[in-house]
C-alpha cells in the first residue's frame, strides 16, 4: 500500500475530510484516523507529519477529546487546526478561554513574523473562522506568527519543535491561499517529496481486490451513477467473470434512466447486467412513509434483500460490492472520530447481522472528483463519467412527504425540462449538481383566466469542487426563466417554481 505521509487525527470537523482532500491535490497521500489513536499505532505507519483536526467541542468540556500526548514526542511536525490549535495550546501548558466575540465566517489575516508555514503568502489574505473559544495564553516557546482583528493568535509557531496551529480553517475554499499553508507544512516543513496518483492508488487496489476474493464472485449493486459504475468496472478489471453486476429498478429513478444504465453497461462491460424489477416492493414499503431518515432506511434495507435475493440465485456469492464514497460517511456516521451525524446514507454502516455477506467499498476513502479519474482511467467514457451526482435514495428524498406515482411522475417530468435547459446552455458542465424538489406545497395560480391551485417546485443548482461545501449556481435570468415557463406551461400539476439559493453549509445540497 502507498505509503503514508500525513496522518490527521479527527476531532470531529464537519471539515476534516476536506484537509485530506487538500493534500491530495497537490499529490500527497493522508489518512484520517480518530483523535484517541495511539501514538504507536500512528508510528507504525511512519507518517511524516501529522495534523489535529478542527472539531465542534470545547477543550475543557468534562468530556474533552484528548490525543495521546505520545504524538508530540515523535520527532514528527504537527499542526493543530481549530479545536487542534486549542488542544496543542492546553498540552504544551497555555490556556483557553471563551471568546467575547464569536468568529464565524471571514477574517483579515495579517502576517507578523516569517515562518515555513507561511511562505510565499501574502498579507491581509481572507481565511475562514469558525470559533468560540480561543487561546489566551501561550505555551512555552510559541510566538504567534499571524494574527486577525478578533484573534491575537490566529496562526502560532514552536519552530524548535516544529509544532504549528491555526486558528481558522486552512482546507476550506473561502480561506484564500489555505491550501498553500498546508502544502508548506507537509512539503516544506515535513519534507514530504513522495507522489501519490490515482493511477497508483488504481493499480493498488486492484491488486488488493483480486487477492482478497479470490475465486469467489462478488455482488455489485448498480444505481447507473458514477460511483456504482466505476466500482463495477474496477471489479471487472480485477476478477473478470466473478462479477456479478446487479441493477435494482426501485421506481425511484429519473425518467429514461434504467433504460439508458442497462445501454452504456451493454457498451462497456462484457459481463451481461442483472435487471431485478422492484418498483412495487419499494413504493409499497414506501406507502405514507413521510420522514427523510425513515425513507432513507427503507430503501437502504430494501435494496439489501433485493441483492440477497438476487445473491440467492447464483453459487459462490461472498462479496458484496458498494460505491461508498468519503462525503458519504462523514455525512452518515462517525466512522473516523466524533463527527455529528448530517444524515444517514444507504449505503453506509456496513451490513446487517443476517447477511452473510463481506462488504468491498474500494472508493470509501475518495472524493468524488477522484473517483471520476479513476472511471477515465478504467476507460469509461466522459459522459458517464461526468454525470451530476445523483442520491442512492432517488427521487424518495426529493419529494417532501410521502412517495407515490403520480409525485413521481411528475418530478421526473419536471426533473428532464430543468436537465434539458441546463445542457443547452452549457451549463450543465459548469455545474455540481441541478434537480427539481417537489415541496408538496400548494398554491394559487392563474392559467387562462382560470384559478389553479396547484403545487410548488423548488429548482436547486449548486456549485462545487467535492460535495463537502457548495455554493448556489447563480444562474442568468433569462435562464431560469426559461425553465421557470417551460415546467409551468409542460407539466400538470405545477404552477410555481421556486429557486433555492442556500449554499452548503449551513444547507445540505440535497433536501433530505
Excluded at 209 to 231: H, N, P, T, W
Excluded at 485 to 504: A, C, L, W
Aim: glycine share 8%; net charge negative.
Amino acid at each position: 500500500m502507498t505509503n503514508v505521509s500525513i496522518i490527521v487525527l479527527d476531532f470531529g470537523s464537519q471539515y476534516t475530510q476536506l484537509i485530506a482532500r487538500r493534500l491530495r491535490e497537490d499529490k500527497i497521500y493522508c489518512e484520517i484516523l480518530p483523535y484517541h489513536t495511539s501514538a504507536k499505532d500512528i508510528e507504525a505507519k511512519n507518517p511524516q507529519g501529522l495534523i489535529l483536526s478542527g472539531g465542534p467541542s470545547s477543550v475543557y468540556s468534562e468530556d474533552a477529546y484528548e490525543v495521546d500526548k505520545e504524538v508530540y514526542n515523535m520527532g514528527i511536525p504537527v499542526l493543530g487546526i481549530c479545536y487542534g490549535m486549542q488542544r496543542i495550546a492546553v498540552d504544551f501548558g497555555g490556556s483557553v478561554i471563551r471568546s467575547s466575540h464569536h468568529e464565524y465566517g471571514k477574517a483579515e489575516l495579517k502576517i507578523e513574523t516569517d515562518s515555513p508555514l507561511l511562505a510565499d503568502c501574502e498579507d491581509n489574505r481572507i481565511v475562514w473562522m469558525s470559533h468560540s473559544d480561543k487561546v489566551d495564553q501561550l505555551p512555552t516557546g510559541f510566538s504567534p506568527i499571524a494574527t486577525s482583528s478578533n484573534s491575537p493568535y490566529a496562526a502560532i509557531a514552536n519552530e524548535e519543535k516544529r509544532v504549528y496551529a491555526m486558528q481558522y480553517h486552512p482546507e476550506v475554499n473561502h480561506s484564500e491561499e489555505g491550501y498553500l499553508m498546508l502544502r508548506n507544512f507537509a512539503k516544506n516543513i515535513c519534507g514530504v517529496t513522495e507522489k501519490w496518483k490515482m493511477e497508483h492508488f488504481l493499480k493498488e487496489q486492484i491488486k488488493m481486490i483480486r487477492e482478497r476474493v479470490g475465486d469467489a464472485k462478488v455482488l455489485c449493486g448498480l444505481s447507473g451513477g458514477v460511483d456504482s459504475s466505476v466500482v463495477a468496472a474496477m471489479l471487472y478489471e480485477a476478477i473478470g467473470d466473478q462479477l456479478v453486476p446487479v441493477f435494482v429498478d426501485n421506481g425511484l429513478l429519473r425518467k429514461g434512466e434504467r433504460e439508458q444504465v442497462e445501454e452504456v453497461f451493454k457498451i462497456n462491460l462484457k459481463t451481461p447486467l442483472i435487471t431485478v424489477d422492484a418498483v412495487d416492493n419499494f413504493l409499497g414499503k414506501l406507502a405514507g412513509v413521510s420522514d427523510p431518515e425513515v425513507k432513507r432506511k427503507i430503501i437502504g434495507h430494501t435494496f439489501i434483500e433485493e441483492f440477497e435475493k438476487e445473491a440467492k440465485k447464483h453459487d459462490g456469492i461472498k462479496f458484496l460490492a458498494q460505491g461508498t464514497l468519503y462525503p458519504d460517511v462523514i455525512e452518515s456516521i462517525s466512522v473516523n472520530g466524533p463527527s455529528e451525524v448530517i444524515k444517514s446514507h444507504h449505503n453506509v454502516g456496513g451490513l446487517p447481522d443476517w447477511m452473510d455477506f463481506e462488504l468491498i467499498e474500494p472508493l470509501r476513502e475518495l472524493f468524488k472528483d477522484e473517483v471520476r479519474k479513476i472511471g477515465l482511467e478504467l476507460g469509461l467514457p466522459e459522459s458517464m463519467i461526468n454525470r451530476h451526482p445523483f442520491p442512492g435514495p432517488g427521487l424518495a428524498i426529493r419529494i417532501m412527504g410521502d412517495v407515490n406515482v403520480a409525485d413521481l411522475t411528475l418530478l421526473r417530468e419536471a426533473d428532464v425540462i430543468l436537465l434539458e435547459e441546463l445542457k443547452a446552455s452549457g451549463y450543465y458542465t459548469q455545474t455540481w449538481q441541478a434537480f427539481v424538489v417537489l415541496l408538496n406545497v400548494k398554491s394559487v395560480g392563474v392559467m387562462g383566466d382560470n384559478r389553479t391551485y396547484d403545487n410548488t417546485v423548488c429548482v436547486r443548482v449548486v456549485e462545487a469542487v467535492d460535495g463537502m461545501t457548495a455554493t448556489f449556481a447563480h444562474l442568468p435570468h433569462e435562464l431560469l426563466e426559461r425553465i421557470s415557463r417551460r415546467i409551468i406551461n409542460e407539466v400538470d400539476g405545477i404552477n410555481r417554481v421556486v429557486y433555492d439559493i442556500s449554499s452548503k453549509p449551513p444547507a445540505t445540497i440535497e433536501w433530505e
